[in-house]
């Protein structure tokens, strides 16, 4: 029996009593009516043939600006009306130049203020994007904390979730800029890539890839192996392709999810086993090239993504700012 049902019921009923006089104990039969939260929980009617579902959108922190209030209300209206488990930020999380602290105003003003809508109180994970590193990225460790659903424990850290049948799905959220060389010579990126021994990081990842049992292994990070965007011969492309294709070609990754370029995009080399999603546009957009062979979507559009998998098969959706789904393509596990 759903709360407000067994609410009217229950108030009827002593009604009825009180009316007629007779003690309560005499009209109900005595049966223990038991209200699970779940059956008044109105997510709990959001279920479909996947087991795990989250969002990811990137590139987003400009106070509201640039269709991120857009983005964000689209997010909540799709969370609010489809199975949710989490949000990840595939970062460039505060622009222009990421927060000075845990108590930066554009906590509020940048994300609090923005996903306000209560199917997007959930756990959100985010990782660091390089706008991020022009002031302290650790601000961004040290606000999990305060917040509730802001959880990042880590530069670069990793989350297993059980899904039916105890099979097991491994995400793997990286730094990437890190692994840039030339950010070490940059006045801004500089100080705080200064330390980080990326080899170290690459050596976590390895043996996470190789010790994980898990069915689905995701690899998210900030900058793109490939791109349909202006980056397709960046030097951060290409310094980021150089130290993760190895890696996620010899554990057989099949998808590497990413922001940085301001767009969506779904990438597949043949020769590579893993595809590779771009989720960059939680505001601002820059264009895509049409017709390039490894690119099977792109599209410079405001919006995010909306991940759905089970054990057999991972389904993307691309959404816009204004609720519309503009591309939807479904992965079986252990095909590339
Ligand atoms: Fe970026």
């Known amino acids: 029996m ?22 309560l104990g005499n009209i109900v039969d005595g049966s223990t009516t038991r209200i699970e939260s779940e059956d008044i929980n109105s997510r709990a009617l959001l279920r479909d043939e996947y087991d795990l579902h989250f969002l990811a959108v990137g590139d987003w922190g400009r106070n509201g600006a640039d269709h991120q209030i857009q983005v964000a209300q689209q997010m909540g209206k799709w ?26 105003p554009l906590w509020h003003y940048s994300f609090e203020n923005v996903y306000t809508d209560f199917s997007l109180q959930w756990d959100w994970y985010p990782i660091l994007g390089n706008h991020d590193y022009k002031s302290d990225p650790d601000a961004q460790i040290r606000y999990s904390s305060i917040s509730r659903r802001w959880k990042m424990p880590a530069r670069y850290y990793s989350k297993t979730f059980k899904i039916k049948d ?3 799905v491994l995400f793997a959220f990286i730094d990437t800029n890190p692994l840039i060389p030339e950010f070490y010579q940059n006045s801004e990126y500089g100080p705080h890539v200064s330390g980080q021994q990326p080899e170290k990081q690459i050596a ?15 690899v998210v990070g900030h900058h793109p192996l490939y791109t349909a965007g202006p980056r397709t011969e960046n030097y951060d ?60 979507f792109e599209a410079s559009i405001y919006g995010f993504m909306y991940f759905s998998l089970n054990q057999d098969r991972l389904q993307v959706q691309c959404i816009d700012h204004q609720g519309n789904v503009i591309y939807r393509t479904i992965l079986s596990s252990g095909t590339p």
């Open 237 to 296: 492309t290409l310094a980021v392709r150089k130290v993760l294709q190895p890696l996620l070609t010899k554990h057989r990754i099949p998808l590497y999810l990413s922001g940085h370029e301001h767009s969506m995009q779904h990438l597949k080399m043949d020769n590579n086993c893993f595809h590779q999603f771009i989720s960059g546009s939680g505001s601002e957009v820059t264009p895509v090239k049409k017709g390039l062979s490894y690119s099977r």
């Open 2 to 23: 759903k709360r407000r049902a067994f609410v009217i019921s229950t108030l009827g009923t002593a009604m009825a009593s009180r009316l007629s006089g007779l003690p």
């Open 166 to 168: 105890d099979v097991e």
């Open 204 to 218: 976590w990842l390895d043996e996470l890839l190789q010790s994980s049992k898990a069915k689905w292994k995701i």
């Open 79 to 104: 969370a609010s009306e489809h199975p949710n488990d989490f949000i990840i930020s595939t970062g460039d999380n505060f622009y222009p130049s990421g927060v000075a602290s845990e108590h930066d």
